[in-house]
């Protein structure tokens, strides 16, 4: 999947400090927007992604979209469909 434009983006996320293109590959630019949610008002930060023809035609001949989180712990997430941002 390729990360697109995110709809009131607020950071930019590159590479951290520790990344080796060489040996990690290269690590490009993520929008995220940050926002409040519920009544605890706890932080998420949203990105949005694109997926290739290819990943499309995998998704509609039943495939599933994996998510990784560099972390050791699972954090509360989600994962829904968008329009995309207009550009122009």
Same mark, same amino acid.
């Given at each position: 999947?390729?990360? @697109?434009?995110?709809?009131? +983006? ?11 293109a060489d040996k990690d590959g290269k ?5 995220? &927007? +940050?926002?409040? %949610?519920?009544?605890? &008002?706890?932080?998420?930060? %949203?990105? @949005? ?26 954090? *509360?997430? &989600?994962?829904?469909? *968008?329009?995309? %941002?207009?550009?122009?």
């Open positions: 999947m390729i990360p @697109t434009k995110t709809l009131g +983006m607020t950071h930019a996320f590159s590479a951290p400090e520790n990344w080796d690590c490009g630019t993520l929008e995220v &927007r +940050m926002q409040l %949610v519920g009544e605890s &008002r706890f932080v998420e930060l %949203v990105s @949005t992604w694109k997926p290739s023809a290819e990943e499309l035609a995998v998704l509609n001949a039943g495939g599933v979209i994996e998510i990784a989180l560099a972390q050791a712990t699972q954090c *509360v997430m &989600r994962a829904y469909v *968008v329009e995309p %941002v207009k550009e122009g």
